[in-house]
């Protein structure tokens, strides 16, 4: 038996609510097919594997591929995951991300990138009002209180 189509959710969805992006229900599938896309062009690249832009780009295409691998029936779990958009601007961000990567290919940017040596010292004195970055906010908003 067919699913049943609740009205605004899934396959029941009838706007975006953004002028000019219409709904896409192929839009997880579509996904997988274009992030998968960038991975495959930047593995068939000369761009070394250790290039901060290849392994963020990576990391996030990783990433919305298992959510939509994981949850193809579900754009509004796919979308919680992601955390970026509904579906269909995720694969507007894809295709996107493929023109930013195309261009940084072309002008080989990865080879303008320099590791810059970046000195720290903790200023107890100054030390943004105690707050304790390695615990959770609610500890940091009990002890301010």
Do not use: F
């Amino acid at each position: 038996a067919e699913p049943e189509i609740i009205p605004g959710v899934g396959k029941g969805k009838t706007s975006t609510g953004i002028v000019g992006l219409s709904v896409d229900h192929d839009a997880i599938p579509k996904m997988i097919v274009k992030y998968q896309a960038l991975l495959d062009k930047m593995a068939a690249s000369d761009m070394p594997p250790e290039a901060e832009y290849r392994k963020v780009v990576t990391a996030i295409c990783n990433y919305r591929i298992k959510a939509a691998e994981e949850n193809p029936d579900d754009p509004e779990k796919v979308e919680e995951l992601c955390n970026c958009g509904q579906v269909e601007e995720l694969v507007q961000q894809a295709d996107n991300e493929m023109i930013v990567l195309d261009m940084y290919l072309r002008e080989r940017w990865w080879e303008y990138v320099k590791d810059v040596p970046i000195e720290y010292e903790v200023d107890p004195e100054n030390d943004q009002d105690g707050v304790e970055w390695d615990q959770p906010l609610e500890k940091n908003a009990e002890a301010k209180a």
